[in-house]
């Protein structure tokens, strides 16, 4: 299994450890508070702490708690993956940089799904569209090696390419992805953690794991 410079050396090396140590970006803020009633709120700020939470259906308080958990999938979401990963035997993801070429073959179940685009993306979906198909002006924003933000109309999307490794072990490689999204005329944002592959390189990604989404 190989990480990507969006995760870094030391993170990458005692994962069990790194469960329970602060994500700098969410301890700057005291940490998030999670709600189950009529249990206490829950103040989080570690990896072990955001997956009992959730283990144990709390949910964010606040669009601000829903907006921040976005960083335990970007700095900590490398942990599940690392621990089913294995070597693979061959690749057809690895080659991937961010850049026009990845966007053609994004999985449109990736899109944002922010209120009536949810629909019309469902129905793009039963009808076999691509990314582009759906999405023809797609704007590539900023990019670096391991990340890329678009634009699309009134929709905003980051990408990072966390690391890469066979997760269902089936002998591809597979490609972890951390995702965030949101709105350019409004506050409301949320992230999602994915497992994408394909079968060969003129192939579309596709999903075969989804976290879940913060």
């Known amino acids: 299994m190989v990480c990507t410079k969006?995760?870094?050396?030391?993170?990458?090396?005692?994962?069990?450890?790194?469960?329970?140590?602060?994500?700098?970006?969410?301890?700057?803020q005291g940490g998030l508070t999670f709600v189950n009633p009529p249990a206490p709120e829950l103040t989080v700020l570690t990896w072990r702490q955001f997956e009992w939470a959730h283990a144990k259906k709390y949910a964010e308080k606040t669009n601000?708690?829903?907006?921040?958990?976005?960083?335990?999938?970007r700095m900590r979401g490398h942990i599940p993956f690392l621990e089913q990963a294995r070597p693979a035997t061959r690749s057809f993801v690895r080659q991937l940089k961010p850049g026009k070429s990845m966007v053609r073959w994004l999985p449109l179940s990736i899109a944002p799904l922010l209120g009536e685009e949810s629909n019309a993306v469902g129905v793009a979906l039963q009808n076999h569209q691509t990314w582009l198909q759906f999405y023809p002006g797609t704007r590539i924003s900023k990019r670096s090696a391991t990340e890329m933000s678009l634009r699309m109309g009134r929709y905003e999307m980051t990408i990072t390419l966390l690391a890469f490794g066979d997760f269902n072990h089936d002998g591809l490689d597979d490609l972890l992805v951390c995702y965030s999204q949101g709105v350019t005329d409004g506050t409301f944002a949320y992230s999602g953690l994915v497992v994408l592959t394909r079968n060969s390189k003129t192939e579309s990604l596709r999903v075969i794991k989804d976290f879940g989404t913060q």
Do not use: Q
Request: proline letters at 6%.
């Open 64 to 73: 601000f708690d829903i907006a921040m958990s976005g960083w335990f999938w």
């Open 6 to 28: 969006a995760v870094s050396f030391a993170d990458r090396i005692n994962l069990e450890h790194l469960k329970d140590v602060p994500v700098p970006e969410i301890a700057s």
